[in-house]
């Protein structure tokens, strides 16, 4: 009777440690990826109006076009009558363009922080993201790999996102993307590990910039029929727009 108790609470102590032990898995959505330490900086040239940035281009290229020593006399006192003109109205408004310039290759490098660093909260954490899918060529090793971007479209119709909007999902085996953007949910171990990969997609050699790598667990597909309905069509329709554009507006089969 005590043996057979023993063993019962034994199996209950180590059924406690592996709960214990267990690493729960984070559910995360896109915007908690980026590192918020680098996300609110000041960005002067965020605060212009769209006609006060074209105004300082303009001074810039002015300018630019005066120290080349180009056209007549007549040209460059017309150009320096304008570069005056715009310099003193961007002043009327509080706008210093000399300090302006300054601060471009700060403000750049603000940008890229924001940008590419990854949240440092979930590196070496389990996670769950949905996600749209890009399939890509296997690692070295065999292993299956795909992009995962928050919006379908991209890197092919669309920009590609920043790159710590973008995982590059060493996957388990068990499943791949059939085909561009398809919807899923990825679980597993995500790490900050820059890359860089060149690839075809839809629309040409693409640069695909990641921030992230997610070791894939466990893999949820979330297309439905509509999605496949929609991927058919857009299939149809590009085979449609190559054959107009290879026979001049005829269509392929004539």
Known sequence: MHHWFRSVVFAGFVWLGQSANATPETALDWADLPDPSVQV?????????????????????????????AGSAEERLKWQE????????????????????DQREIVKERRRKAGTNGNPSF??????????AIPAPSDPDGRSVAYLVPERGMCSHMPPPPPNQMIRARLNGDWAPSYYH?????????????????????????????????????????????????????????????????????KASE
């Open 123 to 132: 590196d070496g954490q389990t996670i769950t993201l949905a996600g749209f």
């Open 82 to 101: 304008l570069l005056t003109e715009t310099e003193d109205a961007l002043a009327g408004v509080g706008v210093d363009v000399d300090w302006l310039l």
């Open 182 to 250: 398809e919807p899923v949910r990825l679980t597993g171990t995500l790490t900050i590990d820059p890359s860089v990969q060149n690839m075809m997609v839809v629309d040409g050699l693409v640069p695909m910039k990641a921030t992230f790598q997610l070791e894939t667990e466990r893999v949820e597909t979330l297309e439905t029929e509509a999605d496949g309905l929609e991927w058919k069509q857009r299939a149809a329709d590009r085979i449609r727009a190559a054959g107009h554009r290879k026979t001049g507006g005829a």
């Open 41 to 69: 900086f000041e960005d002067p040239y965020r605060d212009l109006s769209p006609e006060q940035f074209d105004d300082v281009l303009f001074v810039v290229r002015m300018r630019g076009r005066l120290q080349q020593d």
